[in-house]
Each structure stands twice: as structure tokens, then as C-alpha cells.
């Protein structure tokens, strides 16, 4: 049975969800090219650990091996008249619970492409040819024997337009990013990824959903491909300003994502797609987004501080006496709570499994960006498991404040490791540190400083003293370098090698 799920092509009030008759699946793709249906983007990011496969300027073609052509092979024959629809080029990026491919659409033109907002910029039309009266005249003879022909047919008024569109001047090929969901995902986790996406349809700073399909257990989304380059080419030779602007992007988003209540949960390099070139970058991956507050259990985070003190003393003094080891019967209750996330990006709320978690879990990764930027390192943390995680961030903030960060969570936070002081370091002596500078002879400049002054905003242990999105946008360091913003450009090299390799492939 074939069925589409759809966020209605291009800006429908509603997410909804329809089926189609299984025994037309074909005949019926072919007349949405007639009339018209809804469209969804995939973005080339994946949950968890991802690999990003797509860099901006490579062969394309070269990099397609034989597994990965059978499995573009594969999907185009999973979906009923897909390949009427979109034409897979490569592989762009390969995650936990999805992998993305770029595909020319190739059923632009009979949609309402309200979501490209690059439309406008790339219009462009083959060289001019020469052409003579004979051939102009020809083509209108052309034209009015297709009419006539349709009409002895009675073929529809649509399907005359349809002729004559196939007679207009060629256009550049428009991208997507087809994002094939694997079968071993959650109903409800898709679900939940393409609600969201339609409700944050309205920010230009997020990848919006064009449509969805579904046959049988196979789903595939359909996102805006966004030209952007791999992080690890840039990160090292951007200038403060160019931090700045890169981050007021992320922000951006994601004053509009928190607006909406949502939390991303999965703030990453890989998942925000940025073109230094435009100084553009787009929030994708909502694979383990949620709404704010869902599931949820009080947390003592959010008590009054005198109560929390209270409630923690008598936790402690019940606790008190010798102790061998772990107890063989435990009566503590256990503690539930979501913990997903990538590994040396998620906040110590979480890996101290905070009930209460709210959108501040997605500004300290971003602060982890930045950290990862100022300090030319990427990544930045790696540990293996949370115990770890932990560990990486009392280093640098000290066993004090690492234990008052778990106090505020009702956990006790010790360790004997001789490397972990009790103060711990200063983000500027790290980054000094980590770019091999002393502190006598170069110690960081005026705008390094306002730079590592907002870092300390973001990646506040306390969530309720971090600094929120629309805040940061008011920031003196997201304010720098605002008058040299460039205006995004049109198609790359790359996408031009891709529209000749297509072309010899038809």
C-alpha cells in the first residue's frame, strides 16, 4: 500500500495525512505531475553520530562506488513513479537512522516552490541562440500539431500545458536532499521529526519540509539541498568576526526553534550546514528534537535554592556511614531521563540526567561550537560514555563547581583523579593553550576576549544562569561584523558538474 505523508507542499495550514489507492501508484504520481503535489526536504544530516559524506566541490560521481549505486538503485525502485519525480545523484551523508542523498528535482516547475529562498537569485537562461524564421515558424507548427493531436485524444488542458512547458527555455536544475528514514526507526520518533519541521516551516534560518513519502515500512522526506562546505575546512581559518556572524546564524535559528517550545537536543557542527561564502547557514536534523516539557518530572533545578539546600542535606545525612562498596539491594529510586544527544556536545544537565531539561541544553552546544572554534580543535570533548563526558568538564571547570552543577540535580558529583583541580581553568588560558600562545607575550585580543566573554554565557554549568537565544542575539560579539555580510551567491562548480553528469546519465 502506498502512502504519503505530507506536509502540505508548500505552506499548508495543516500536517496531515492521506493515502493513496494501492493499485494506481504510478498512474497517480504521473498526474500529481499535472496537477500538483506537495513536496518534503531532507536535510544531508544525521542523528547521533553522523557521518557527513558531502563536501561542497567534490567529484560527485567519482565517489558514487557500487554500494552506494545499488542502494540508489534500491530506493528509486521502493517508491511507486519516483524516478518520474527526482533523479538521486549521490550520497551525502549516512547516520544512525538515516541516510541522505542529492537528487534533482525534477518536477520543479509544477509546484509552488515557496520554501526555495534562492529562487529569485538563480534565475538563468541557456546562451542566446541564433534563430531563424524557418525555426521559429517550425516550432509553432510543432506546437499546434501537439494540440490537435492532444485534442483528438482528449487529453486534458493540463496536459497541453505540460507540452508547451517542455518548449520553453531550459533552467538550471533545482536540488534536494532526500533523506530515506531506515525502517528500524520509531513511527512516532518520524512522526514527531515531521511535525516540527512544519511548524518551523516560517524560519529561513531552519530547513524547511517540502513533503514526505511513505510505502509499505520504506518512509523518505524531501528537503531543500543547501550548498554549504565541511566544517572542518574552515573552522581553523575563521577570524572573530567571522565567528560572530557564523554564530548569530545558530542563534538565529534557534531563537525561532525555542520560541516555538522546541528543543533541538542535537546542536552540532554537522547539523548546522554553513556556507562561508554567503556567511549563510541552515539548522537541519530534528531527528531528536522535542517539544519543551514532554515527558518531564520536577527537577530540584528549578526550586527554590533554600528548598533544594533542604531536601539535599537530609539526602546527604541519610547517606552518611561507612560505605564497601555499592549496595547488593538498592532502595534509591532510579532516575529516568532523556540523555539523547552527541557524544562531547550534550550539557551536564543532561549527562546528570536532569528531569527537567529545557532549550538551554542547546545553547551549551553551541558554546561548545565556538570553544571548538577558538580553540582550533575539533573535536573539542571526546569521551566514550557520560562518566567520561563528565570528567572532560570538570577539568576545565574545576571539582567545586562540577559538584554544585550536580547538587543542582539532586546527584553528588566526587572524584579522585589527581588532574582535576578544585578551581579548574579559565576558558582563556585553554584557548591559549590550544592555539600555543603564552600568556606573557600573546595573550588573546580585544575581540578573542569579547568572544571568550560570550562563551562563558553559553557554557554556563547552571541553565537557569545561561544565557538565552534572543539574549545572544543582543550580545556585543553577535553584533560584530554585521555590516560585512555578503549576499549569498548562485550555484557552484560542483553544481554544475553535477548538472553535465546528470545530463549524460539521461
Given at each position: ?488 551567491t548562485g550555484e557552484t562548480e560542483e553544481d554544475e558538474m553535477d548538472i553535465i553528469k546528470v545530463q549524460d546519465h539521461a
Open positions: 500500500m502506498a502512502t504519503t505523508v505530507s506536509a502540505p507542499r508548500r505552506r499548508a495550514e495543516e500536517f496531515r495525512i492521506h493515502e493513496d489507492v494501492p493499485s494506481t501508484a504510478d498512474t497517480e504520481m504521473n498526474e500529481d505531475v499535472v496537477h500538483g503535489e506537495e513536496e518534503e526536504e531532507a536535510e544531508p544530516v544525521e542523528e547521533a553520530e553522523e557521518q557527513e559524506t558531502d563536501d561542497d566541490g567534490s567529484d560527485d560521481e567519482a565517489s558514487v562506488d557500487s554500494n552506494t549505486q545499488l542502494d540508489m538503485e534500491k530506493l528509486q525502485n521502493s517508491f511507486p513513479g519516483f524516478r518520474n519525480k527526482y533523479r538521486l545523484i549521490k550520497r551525502i551523508g549516512e547516520g544512525t537512522f538515516s541516510t541522505v542523498y542529492k537528487a534533482e528535482d525534477l518536477q520543479y516547475d509544477y509546484y509552488d516552490n515557496s520554501w526555495d529562498l534562492d529562487k529569485e537569485n538563480e534565475k538563468w537562461t541557456p546562451p542566446p541562440l541564433k534563430r531563424t524564421d524557418y525555426s521559429t515558424q517550425h516550432t509553432s507548427q510543432t506546437l499546434d500539431h501537439a494540440q490537435r493531436s492532444a485534442q483528438t485524444l482528449g487529453h486534458s488542458s493540463a496536459t497541453l500545458d505540460y507540452m508547451q512547458h517542455r518548449e520553453q527555455p531550459r533552467r538550471r536544475p533545482k536540488y534536494v536532499a532526500i533523506k530515506k528514514i531506515y525502517v528500524t526507526s520509531s513511527p512516532t520518533r518520524i512522526l514527531n521529526e515531521l511535525e516540527l519541521l512544519h511548524d518551523l516551516r516560517d524560519c529561513q534560518a531552519v530547513c524547511p519540509l517540502i513533503t514526505a513519502f511513505r510505502h509499505t515500512d520504506q518512509v523518505v522526506a524531501i528537503l531543500p539541498y543547501f550548498r554549504h562546505t565541511d566544517f572542518r575546512e574552515y573552522f581553523r581559518k575563521m577570524t572573530v568576526p567571522d565567528m560572530a556572524i557564523y554564530l548569530r546564524s545558530l542563534f538565529t535559528a534557534l531563537s525561532y526553534v525555542h520560541h516555538k517550545g522546541i528543543i533541538h537536543r542535537d546542536i552540532k557542527p554537522t547539523n548546522f550546514l554553513y556556507d562561508p561564502t554567503s556567511q549563510r547557514g541552515v539548522l537541519v536534523d530534528f531527528g531528536l528534537a522535542e517539544r519543551e516539557g514532554t515527558e518531564c518530572k520536577p527537577c530540584l533545578c528549578h526550586d527554590d535554592p533554600n528548598v533544594r539546600r533542604s531536601r539535599l542535606r537530609a539526602a546527604h545525612l541519610a547517606g552518611t556511614g561507612p560505605h564497601n562498596g555499592y549496595p547488593k539491594q538498592d532502595t534509591r529510586p532510579s532516575r529516568r531521563a532523556n540523555r539523547a544527544g552527541t557524544r562531547g556536545f550534550r550539557a551536564p544537565e543532561v549527562l546528570f540526567k536532569c528531569t527537567e531539561q529545557t532549550t538551554k541544553i542547546d545553547i551549551w552546544s553551541a558554546g561548545v561550537i565556538l570553544l571548538t572554534i577558538l580553540s582550533r580543535r575539533f573535536p573539542f570533548f571526546n569521551s566514550a560514555d557520560d562518566v567520561e563526558a563528565m570528567i572532560e568538564i570538570a577539568t576545565i571547570f574545576g571539582h567545586r563547581r562540577m559538584r554544585a552543577a550536580g547538587q543542582l540535580h539532586g546527584c553528588m558529583f566526587e572524584t579522585t583523579i589527581p588532574t582535576i583541580g578544585n578551581v579548574g581553568f579559565s576558558f582563556e588560558r585553554i584557548i591559549l593553550w590550544s592555539t600555543c600562545r603564552s600568556d606573557d607575550r600573546e595573550g588573546l585580543s580585544k575581540d578573542e576576549k569579547m568572544a571568550v566573554e560570550f562563551l562563558a554565557r553559553c557554557m554556563d554549568l547552571d541553565p537557569s544562569r545561561r544565557i538565552s537565544a534572543v539574549e545572544a542575539l543582543d550580545h556585543p560579539f553577535l553584533m560584530m561584523g554585521m555590516d560585512e555580510t555578503i549576499e549569498g
